[in-house]
């Protein structure tokens, strides 16, 4: 082989592997586009920026009639496709309060809730705990014993693997009294439950604690990292006819989107408050969509509870229908 023959072949093997290495290239890049397409178009779906749970007073008229027991919470909510379940402690005051040994009895409880929760795979998320004192109260000693009380609560929702209890905050009108009060009372309650790895959260729940302003300043002086609010889209009522606490028609009510949208900066969980619905299956009160975006933009990914309170439907209609309601409207945000 002569020289200039042996250069012509060098050159034209160069050639070739020049483009098989052209070809390699593209073909990795091709690749590359299709992982990241593929990577990219996984993101892409109708998943919601929340989980939904599903709060037990939904079910509060079948419980009181003895339709359905409470015991029966867990099961319930999975039937009804849900992954969490938020309890209400007064739904299980006959469990154990008129027991020959109401501790045993109330251990006895926790064991059963628990066991219900890992047999129908829900993740117990909160307990509400109402009628156990005011930790607003002026008194100390009242003040005292609510907090004693409601450590019972911080105690079962560690023993549950929940990551809160919801708390009310209702003593005085008069703004200064009440902030002052509160502060006392969710700080002391708020340490004790940091030990225990549990959140104390405070809903919009009528009187004082329905002005959210003025419940950011409470969270804003407790300035505990697990005390925060559990914003509630329908209970910014602060003032109702006679004084009444419940029941009677509202006569001064807090903006509810100015009231969320302040709220939800300290927001550890939120509850999905829905009463009735028009035809189109849209929340006649309330627009949810504008809520569910500024539950959204405020950077909030944590549980959002199905709450129906409302007449017209039976209690489960009612949560399907708001559980439709909350992934239909997230689907488009």
């Known amino acids: 082989m002569n020289i200039k023959t042996s250069r012509f072949r060098i050159i034209f093997l160069g050639f070739i592997v020049f483009n098989l290495s052209l070809l390699s290239c593209k073909n990795k890049e091709t690749e590359n586009k299709e992982n990241t397409s593929a990577s990219i178009d996984s993101t892409v779906s109708n998943k919601p920026f929340f989980k939904l749970s599903l709060a037990q007073w939904s079910l509060e008229k079948p419980i009181h009639s ?39 009895a109330f251990s006895k409880l926790l064991d059963t809730l628990k066991a219900k929760s890992e047999q129908f795979n829900v993740e117990n998320v909160l307990i509400m705990v109402d009628d156990e004192g005011d930790l607003a109260a002026m008194e100390d000693e009242k003040r005292e014993e609510a907090i004693q009380k409601h450590k ?13 209890i919801r708390v009310n905050l209702f003593g005085s009108n008069k703004e200064a009294e009440w902030k002052t009060n509160a502060v ?51 209970n910014f009522c602060l003032r109702r006819k006679n004084g009444e606490m419940w029941g009677a028609e509202c006569v001064e009510e807090y903006p509810t989107y100015q009231g969320i ?26 627009d949810i969509s504008r809520i569910l975006k500024i539950v959204k933009e405020s950077g909030y990914k944590g549980w959002i509870g199905v709450e129906f309170e409302g007449s017209n439907l039976t209690p489960e209609e009612g949560i399907l229908k708001t559980k439709e309601l909350l992934l239909e409207e997230a689907a488009q945000l």
């Open 184 to 234: 006392k009372g969710l700080t002391e309650l708020s340490e004790y439950a940091s030990t225990k790895g549990i959140n104390v959260l405070v809903e919009n729940h009528g009187g004082l604690s329905s002005n959210a302003k003025l419940l950011a300043e409470v969270m804003d002086e407790v300035d505990l990292p697990n005390c925060g609010t559990l914003p509630d889209f329908g």
């Open 152 to 164: 019972r609560w911080v105690d079962a929702a560690q023993f549950l693997d929940c990551h809160a």
């Open 66 to 104: 003895g339709k359905l027991d409470a015991i029966d919470f867990a099961e319930k909510a999975s039937q009804l496709g849900f992954e969490g379940v938020e309890y209400v402690n007064q739904l299980y005051f006959d469990k154990y309060r008129d027991s020959d040994n109401p501790e045993a």
């Open 261 to 286: 949208e302040e709220m939800m900066p300290y927001a550890k969980a939120v509850s999905a408050k829905t009463y009735d619905f028009n035809e189109e299956g849209k929340e006649s009160s309330m």
